[in-house]
Every structure is written in C-alpha cells, then in structure tokens.
C-alpha cells in the first residue's frame, strides 16, 4: 500500500508541476477514496483525507514533515500536494468535480452543440473544431461514447480534442438520449438498429454528412470509433456504411450484429455473441483497430477477437505480433494483420490487467485507465494512415 501511496503522491506532483491540475485532482480523488481507475466521484479532497495519505508514507500528517522513514523527496512531495490542494479548493482548471472537467479552449478553437434532425429521428451533438483549422479539407472522427455518458464527459476522458489540435482534424461526439436508452448506451442489440439506412445509423451517418456538408471535410478521410455500447454502434456503422467511413476502432466492444435483443445482449457481454455478417456494398474490408482489455468483465474480451474476425473479410491476412510494457502501467499485445502486399488492414491491442475503461485515457472522464496504451493516440495514427481508396461518396 505505501508504494501504491508513494506513486500516486509522486505522479499527482509531476501533473501538478505540468499545469494539469484537473488530472492531478481526479488521481488524488481516486486515492482518498479508493475508487476503481474508471469510476469517478463527486468528492472533493480535504485536508484530513490528505493527512491520511502522508501518514501511509511517513509523513507527518499536519506539515508533511518527515517523522519516520519517509523516502527522499516526500517532503517535497508533500509540500507540492498542499499547494495541489490549495489550487483545487480554490477551483483551479476548471475542475467541476461532477466526473468532468471544463477545460479551457485555445484561442479559436470551437466545442459547439450542434443537432441533426430526420423523419428517422433526431439527436444532438457535439463538434470540435480546432484553432489548427483554417478552412482546408481535414479529416472528421465521429466518437460514440459508451453507457451513462456523455460527449463532453467522452471528450475529456479520452482526449482527442487534445490531439485534434495536433493533426487538424474535427472531431463529433453524437449523443445518445435517456429517452432512447435509459442509460443512454447506443441500441446496438436491436435490429432496427443495426442496418443501413434506419434507426441510430441513419441518424449517425446522417450526423456525419450534415457535418461534411457544413464544414469543409476530406471525405477520404471519415472515420468512427466508440467505446463499449459505443464501440458496438461503431462496428455497426462500418459494416453498413463501408463507403463513408475509411477506418473504425473499436474499444470494449461488440462485432456486429453480436445480439438481437437484450437476453442476448448480455450473452454476448458475457462470453462473446455469434456476429453475422451483414449485407454490405462490394467486398471492401473496413480498416479496424480494436483495444480491449483482458481482465474485462463487462464485455468479454472474446468479443474484441470476434471483430476483428468479422472485419477481415475472406481473411488471407498475414499476422504479426508485438509486445510492449507502459512505463508504470500495463503491458499490451499488439497483433496486426496485413494484406498479401504487406499492407496493415487490422490491429487488435490487448491490454494486459486492465478493465472496461479507455485505455491510456484522462482521469477527467468516466471510464478511463491512464495506466494503459494511449488508444486515442493510436487509433487516430491508425485512420491517418487509412485514407478511403477510390472515389468517397
């Protein structure tokens, strides 16, 4: 445990020291109340939570003073954390303390509400639009959160705004609604929701047109990715719209077409579902990369296999596997699978000892790991690498 301390009092100081106030505030919030890494609470650290920290450490519980056999630098530490503290109480970075954080924008950067609206339906949504743009054709993400969030609780846990900024791309966050799901997860286990041309992916593809019609997109360059019930939807939208969306990615999520209905909706979450595959234009096989972590137990990692079995296509894909550790955090598995000119088509990363969270995400979000691969910095080299081929439509 007094590691477990130490590491955390040492990283809640390098991410104060970097300005990343909001991250150091959810980290210590996670500690004082021995939250899981994707859970996040509405409690704000005290001096007397904090006390408790330093005492684990050998620190006195009042001035951070070392009293016993405290390591070197956890005076120092210990000073940094009241300052930390003192900041957070005061309200530095925006922090709401409800899960979320506001960050500020850079100047000119936009993070507007937007709708879309059809006889199929409607649904509101979220666009950045970065302060890099200038007008020119960019790429667009479409991100589709996972149950009980939102787009701005999606956009800060994973930070692609961050990297939008980086790449000049416009990133859309749909929303889904409690009216359509109580837990606002994407219908993604019933049928009228899982073809072209119905339901949510008509209103999420119609989402991702209405944008390319009002900003100027590189329709080469459209891609959709999502997070468990998200990343489920995101599989859909691939499969049925195989012409619109260069790439997917899939976190935590399902195959297509993996349940009918809700018995066998937690079937699949539990053991892996029996994907279909779709009726789909031509023979195109959709560039997939898929994170997700072995340990699970919300949908089985099975499921992870089971869409990148359904995305290869007549298969005939060469494999190639890797291995890598995250300094401090979880090792991962990387196999990727190439076409017969060496091409990568699929990636699927395994995150070793991790749990239903977006890996390599920010504590400013629900259901993030910090401690795994960075997904969002992955799957976003992973589509720029993936342009549509031929003529978009």
Not at 186 to 202: I, L, S, T, Y
Not at 246 to 256: D, F, M, N, P, T
Not at 308 to 320: E, K, M, P, V, Y
Not at 352 to 366: E, F, I, K, N, V
């Amino acid at each position: 445990m007094d590691t477990i301390v130490s590491n955390t009092i040492a990283e809640a100081t390098r991410l104060t020291r970097e300005g990343r106030l909001s991250e150091a505030s959810a980290l210590l919030q996670r500690a004082l109340i021995g939250a899981a890494p994707q859970a996040t609470h509405a409690v704000k650290p005290c001096a007397p939570q904090l006390s408790k920290l330093f005492g684990m450490v050998g620190l006195g519980p009042d001035t951070g003073a070392s009293i016993g056999d405290a390591e070197p630098g956890h005076v120092a530490m210990a000073a940094a954390m009241r300052e930390t503290l003192g900041k957070i109480n005061r309200g530095g970075a925006n922090q709401t303390w409800s899960g979320q954080t506001k960050e500020a924008l850079p100047d000119g950067a936009q993070f507007a509400q937007r709708s879309f609206g059809s006889q199929i339906g409607s649904r509101g949504y979220k666009l950045y639009i970065p302060s890099t743009y200038r007008g020119e054709p960019a790429p667009l993400i479409i991100m589709l959160h996972g149950c009980t969030q939102s787009p701005d609780d999606f956009a800060a846990g994973t930070r692609m705004n961050a990297l939008a900024e980086e790449h000049t791309c416009l990133i859309a966050y749909p929303g889904q609604t409690q009216a359509a799901n109580a837990q606002k997860c994407w219908n993604w286990f019933n049928p009228a929701d899982q073809a072209r041309d119905q339901g949510e992916p008509a209103m999420i593809a119609g989402i991702t047109r209405q944008i390319m019609q009002d900003h100027a997109v590189d329709a080469r360059r459209v891609y959709v990715a999502g997070l468990s019930a998200g990343g489920a939807a995101a599989s859909i939208m691939a499969m049925a719209y195989p012409e619109l969306y260069a790439a997917s990615g899939v976190h935590s999520g399902l195959a297509c077409g993996a349940a009918r209905d809700m018995p066998s909706a937690f079937a699949a979450m539990r053991q892996g579902g029996t994907a279909v595959r779709p009726h789909r234009r031509g023979s195109r096989v959709v560039p997939t990369i898929v994170f997700h972590a072995d340990k699970d137990t919300t949908v089985h990692p099975t499921n992870g296999e089971q869409v990148i079995a359904q995305s290869s296509g007549a298969g005939g894909l060469r494999t190639r596997i890797r291995r890598g550790q995250v300094p401090g955090g979880h090792a991962y598995t990387c196999t990727v699978h190439s076409d017969r000119a060496g091409h990568p088509v699929l990636e699927h990363w395994v995150v070793h000892g991790g749990g239903h969270a977006w890996s390599g995400g920010s504590a400013s979000g629900t259901y993030t790991d910090p401690r795994g691969p960075d997904a969002s910095r992955e799957m976003l080299r992973f589509f720029l690498e993936h342009p549509l081929e031929g003529e978009a439509r």
